[in-house]
């Protein structure tokens, strides 16, 4: 059979045992090389620790160290620059870099690979490139935050009706409204730096599964490459992709949050609530009706949420049922974490861009908390206040309600003559509990849409933020 064995086609890294060249399809069915260069430099990275740990502890002359190291740096110049030969029959990042290593530099190339395995460089590259990820993430998310910080501050005392089933509950600031987003933006914050102590941890070492035979430092590579420690197991170290889904849930969370965001800008710019408007950029128009102008953006963004939920299916998918340590399935981590990257990086970058740019349309906002009987619950607190139980003030303000959407009136607009016919404990000083001001106002406590809360929540977010 050894006749069959064209020595161009078969890997060089691992044909040795081979007797007949790699079938054409199943080359590419297994390559990985088209999504896998996305993480060269990560590559790169690991190959220099890994390079210089074995020179420190003497399984490498220095010599060929120093060759390894130029000749990584070239590569990585020649990647940067778009000139680097990918190739199909090399499979994947790993294989290319060293082929093309031992192209450079000889002998000194192939020795890069003792005591070390693709499947802890592998699991070591993912870690580098996902410490990266998060923390630019990290960075859009806060850039939103100021954002929302900034749309908040110019509306802490602007009305609007707050919902409870989309129904009009009681009155709220717009600027109250803006924060709870950013409650919710610094949740996700906070589980995206979570999953990276997880992230940081080091799995080259490992080798293939058990470990390996030459004197290694795994501290010393650790070190080398900014890990906050070393995996402690080394079938757990080349198989785990807990960090993945780990980011993948957090993604999701993320982007259900700016789906609801969405969803809500989506519902205010339409012509039945026209809360706001959505500067002209953020939009697009349609090819048949002239006065349209989508909120494309929002919808969007809403509709990318099914995808990187659809990644975390696909994570937790792939590793189900996985028996340690390393398998192929493996290979099909990248594209859904790559793609949950860019879409929450492009998501967030939009609302980055959109949050402060947002134009309330203070008029309409307050209008609206007028319909819907918004105070109906401060009629209710005012006359618990006087001694009645509140079962027996729900009752009262109901009956109150009942009589406004006959007559077409809000609670503010009966005289006192009409609302003391449902309690003689109503008097005159209830009209400053019937105004949208004296409804916010009124709940000031930490937390409370009152203004003077909105506007300490702010300064210590902002404090918090830095
Ligand atoms: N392309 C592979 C992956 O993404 C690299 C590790 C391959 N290891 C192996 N034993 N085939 O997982």
Redesign the pocket.
């Known amino acids: 059979m050894a006749k069959d064995k064209n020595p161009k086609e078969t890997n060089q890294l691992w044909g040795g045992r081979f007797t007949e060249t790699t079938d054409e399809f199943v080359q590419a069915f297994t390559a990985?090389v088209s999504f896998?260069q996305r993480i060269a430099q990560q590559d790169i990275n690991c190959s220099r620790a890994h390079a210089r740990m074995l020179g420190h502890t003497g399984v490498l002359s220095m010599e060929d160290v120093e060759k390894i190291l130029q000749g990584l740096d070239s590569i990585s110049d020649e990647i940067e620059s778009g000139d680097f030969p990918w190739s199909v029959e090399l499979?994947?990042v790993?294989m290319n870099i060293e082929a093309r290593l031992t192209d450079r530099i000889g002998d000194a190339g192939k020795r890069l690979h003792t005591g070390r395995?693709?499947?802890d460089q592998?699991a070591t590259d993912i870690r580098l490139y996902m410490r990266e990820a998060i923390d630019v993430i990290i960075a859009e998310a806060e850039r939103l935050q100021h954002g929302m910080l900034s749309l908040a501050e110019s509306n802490i005392d602007v009305i609007m009706p707050g919902f409870t089933h989309l129904q009009t509950a009681q009155p709220v600031t717009f600027g109250h409204h803006v924060m709870a987003w950013f409650e919710m933006i610094s949740r996700d914050i906070e589980r995206l730096a979570d999953c990276r102590k997880r992230v940081n941890v080091m799995p080259l070492g490992a080798a293939a599964l058990a470990g390996t035979t030459y004197p290694i430092d795994r501290q010393y590579s650790c070190e080398l490459l900014g890990f906050d420690s070393v995996a402690a197991n080394s079938l757990d170290a080349v198989s785990d992709r807990d960090f993945a889904i780990e980011f993948c849930a957090a993604a999701s969370i993320v982007m259900t949050h700016l789906s609801r965001m969405s969803e809500e800008l989506v519902l205010w710019s339409s012509a039945q609530f026209d809360f706001i408007d959505l500067p002209d950029r953020f939009c697009t128009g349609s090819s048949i009706m002239p006065q349209k102008k989508n909120p494309d953006v929002p919808e969007l963004v809403r509709g990318k949420t099914g995808r990187v939920n659809g990644h975390l299916i696909s994570l937790l998918t792939l590793m189900k049922s996985q028996p340690l340590a390393?398998n192929?399935d493996?290979?099909e981590d990248?594209e859904p974490l790559f793609d949950t990257v860019d879409t929450l990086m492009g998501c967030l970058r939009a609302f980055a861009d959109m949050i402060p740019a947002i134009k309330p349309k203070k008029q309409n906002m307050r209008d609206a908390a007028l319909k819907g009987f918004a105070t109906a619950t401060d009629l209710a607190d005012y006359l618990v206040k006087k001694g009645m139980p509140f079962r027996d003030s729900h009752e009262v303000v109901g009956k109150a309600v009942a009589f406004g959407i006959e007559q077409g009136r809000d609670l503010s607009e009966m005289s006192l003559e009409e609302l003391q016919k449902f309690s003689g404990d109503i008097e005159e000083g209830v009209f400053t509990v019937l105004t949208l001001e004296g409804s916010v106002a009124a709940r000031n406590h930490i937390g409370g849409t009152a203004p003077d809360q909105v506007r300490a929540a702010i300064i210590s977010a902002r404090a918090r933020l830095g």
């Open positions: 990985s896998d499979e994947d790993h395995s693709r499947n592998i390393y192929k493996n290979q990248k």
